[in-house]
């Protein structure tokens, strides 16, 4: 692999060392990239994901300062000669800061453990599918040993805080919570012709849909049979589904969907560029995650004038507004996630007071500028305005 550099030519700011699982479209990555955005030329990055997906770079301004590396062997072998491996790549480019993300990354947090080379934090923002009901206890004593000689772990929820606290034995000291920010003036934008492709806004109809990847722990499932018993129940309303994202689990949506005889009222347009432009043709945003933490998307919905229906896991129903909080049903609960979408749905007086609350909400809330200033603090460059 031949290594890729991006304007890397000033050595006289700080460089960062991020460590990922993916940088495809995501949540992650696309806070990633915020943020390498918004401090622009205040940094430089070298950035590396584990699965050699960059499909995010797309997101990354002309003036951000970055490389793909290039690791060469460094992946191979036993974890021992892996995190060998990885400490001679952290001692090739000598970051001053290293980024490690989820568990995906854990093992480069191990070759920074012993004498540490540079500074460390860790970040978490969620867990997959095999951790939605609980952390696991044999990853939870790698992560003990992995990042006992951190500086700091960044986490978006209070979920997380207390299992940094409880399950991972991590000083509070050492716990920074930075919950996710969105650009409220960005979402606050009327929608555009053409954004989603295919999709064209009927009258009287209302439109239900959700932004997320395609993958086993946001039950997108759950989303596609409670919109079938929705139109079920109100046969006389005009119902239309938009699912935003891409992921492995579109085969068997697809599958359930054509099960269904649903084809010509569900939307899989794949991963949307602008998303600020498509949230208006939306009525209600939907998440039927089995597990979250602080899902950003929510505050994009928030921003964009959208009441939420949802489940109550990580800190979705703590990122709520009180009069919204109703609609954010017990985890796992189905029916009343059904229950949800049919009293907003048929409701559009309320949906337009929970929109308008949740937009001034969020404004007063989850702001970009905070969580701006909060990495500013860690990544060593200059605070937001």
Not at 115 to 143: M, V
Not at 166 to 181: C, F, S, V
Request: aromatic share 10%; glycine share 8%.
């Amino acid at each position: 692999m031949t290594e890729e550099v991006h304007n890397l030519d000033n050595s006289n700011i700080p460089h960062i060392f991020h460590i990922i699982p993916s940088f495809a479209h995501g949540g992650v990555p696309i806070r990633i990239s915020y943020l390498m955005n918004h401090f622009g030329e205040a940094a430089r990055h070298t950035l590396f994901s584990t699965n050699h997906i960059y499909t995010c770079e797309s997101r990354l301004n002309d003036n951000v300062y970055y490389r793909v590396p290039n690791i060469e062997n460094a992946d191979q072998g036993n974890i021992l000669s892996r995190v060998l491996g990885y400490r001679r790549i952290l001692k090739k480019y000598n970051p001053d800061l290293l980024l490690t993300y989820h568990w995906g990354s854990i093992e480069w947090a191990v070759a920074n453990s012993f004498a540490p080379l540079c500074r460390h934090y860790h970040l978490e923002s969620g867990f997959g599918p095999d951790e939605a009901n609980g952390t696991l206890l044999r990853r939870n004593l790698f992560r003990k040993f992995a990042l006992r000689n951190i500086d700091g772990i960044i986490v978006p929820s209070q979920t997380l805080v207390n299992i940094c606290k409880t399950d991972w034995n991590i000083a509070d000291e050492k716990i920074l919570y930075i919950p996710n920010g969105v650009d409220c003036n960005q979402y606050a934008v009327p929608p555009r012709d053409g954004i989603i492709p295919g999709f064209i806004r009927r009258k009287d109809e209302v439109v239900i849909g959700t932004m997320t990847p395609l993958r086993g722990e946001k039950n997108l499932g759950r989303l596609v049979t409670s919109f079938r018993n929705l139109i079920s129940s109100r046969p006389d309303q005009k119902f239309r589904l938009i699912i935003m994202g891409e992921g492995n689990e579109r085969p068997a949506l697809e599958k359930l969907i054509d099960d269904y005889s649903l084809n010509d009222k569900i939307f899989l347009p794949g991963h949307i560029d602008d998303p600020a432009h498509a949230l208006g043709w939306l009525d209600i945003y939907a998440i039927s995650s089995d597990t979250e933490q602080m899902p950003n998307s929510l505050n994009q919905a928030m921003a964009a004038h959208l009441p939420i229906v949802g489940l109550d896991v990580g800190d979705i129903k703590f990122m709520m507004h009180d009069k919204n909080k109703p609609y954010i049903v017990k985890a796992g609960d189905d029916e009343a996630f059904t229950e949800a979408l049919i009293e907003l749905s048929t409701n559009e007086k309320l949906r337009e007071d929970l929109g308008q609350t949740n937009q001034q909400h969020v404004r007063e809330t989850f702001d970009q500028s905070r969580m701006f200033n909060g990495y500013a603090d860690v990544w060593g460059v200059g605070h937001s305005s």
